[in-house]
């Protein structure tokens, strides 16, 4: 994975193992903090309420066996494909999905997805376009980047059978879209997708919801927009919540309508 990976700014988080880690949990520990930039923090029989406590820490990179989970303030995440199951299950079965459509996936595709988070667009976009198409997903926050890209590296799930898979051709990268976007060539991708955290959403889900907790919020720039639509060799497409009030603010035309939300379309230059 390329990386631009520093510890995140605003959070003190440090890396520390399961309360009886074995010799193997222990290297992949120190190799994490290693790779990361956060410090290791042995367990010594301590709760990781009380670790934090003590080592005055945001949360916490908990490696366990197989992988590792986030915890902050006894809540934890593990990575998941999230809907992505039941995409691809309904997928399989010839149901429409409405990502699929407003970026008018077909095989071969390439993808650049500007907002990872968990990655179930990317992941459902990866399946449509096939192993000869190509998926790339940002995500700024460094936790969630890691997560996902360790997640979706060893993840193992038998059904749907296209789920595994599509995840593990899933480039995930580290970065701001914003930073991105000005550095890549014209037409390197056919469809540059959006699906912002909008404000109203992470002050609605703050303190329930470890994602949003670590989620960067804000939506794409007209400046970034404009970027997007260099890169884009075919179109540029956002999500939004229903009406579409940021679509209409950021001048998309609506293209497809759920019953939450909606998706909009601007042309490649
Ligand atoms: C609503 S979530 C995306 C959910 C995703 N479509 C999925 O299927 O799971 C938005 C994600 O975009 C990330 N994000 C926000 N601003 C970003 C930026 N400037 N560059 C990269 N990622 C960003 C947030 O941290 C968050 O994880």
Not at 77 to 95: I, S
Not at 110 to 133: F, Q, S, Y
Not at 197 to 222: K, N, W
Not at 242 to 264: H, M, S, T
């Amino acid at each position: 994975m390329q990386t631009n990976r520093e510890p995140e700014p605003q959070l003190a988080f440090a890396v520390t193992t399961s309360a009886r880690p074995s010799p193997r949990e222990l290297a992949r520990a120190h190799c994490l903090a290693g790779e990361t930039g956060y410090r290791y923090v042995p367990r010594t029989h301590r709760s990781l309420a009380g670790m934090a406590a003590d080592e005055r820490l945001t949360g916490l990179i908990v490696v366990e066996r197989g992988n590792f989970s986030l915890w902050v303030a006894g809540r934890c995440l593990r990575y998941h494909p999230n809907m992505a199951k039941l995409r691809l299950l309904a997928l399989e079965q010839g149901k429409h999905d409405i990502l699929v459509d407003a970026l008018q996936l077909k095989l071969g595709d390439r993808v650049l997805d500007c907002t990872c988070g968990l990655g179930a667009d990317a992941i459902v976009a990866a399946c449509k376009v096939g192993a000869t198409g190509r998926v790339r997903t940002l995500e700024a926050s460094p936790l969630l980047a890691l997560l996902v890209e360790r997640g979706m590296a060893c993840y193992v799930i038998d059904d749907p059978p296209a789920l595994v898979p599509a995840m593990r051709r899933v480039e995930v990268l580290n970065a701001d879209y914003a930073d991105y976007l000005r550095c890549e060539a014209d037409n390197a991708w056919d469809v540059v997708y959006f699906d912002p955290m909008f404000s109203e959403t992470i002050a609605d889900a703050q303190g329930l919801d470890l994602v949003r907790y670590l989620a960067r919020g804000g939506s794409p720039s007209p400046a970034d927009l404009g970027e997007a639509r260099r890169v884009a060799r075919r179109r540029v497409v956002m999500k939004d919540r229903r009406p579409g009030y940021a679509l209409a603010r950021l001048g998309f035309a609506k293209v497809e309508e759920g019953r939450r939300v909606c998706y909009g379309a601007l042309p490649a230059w």
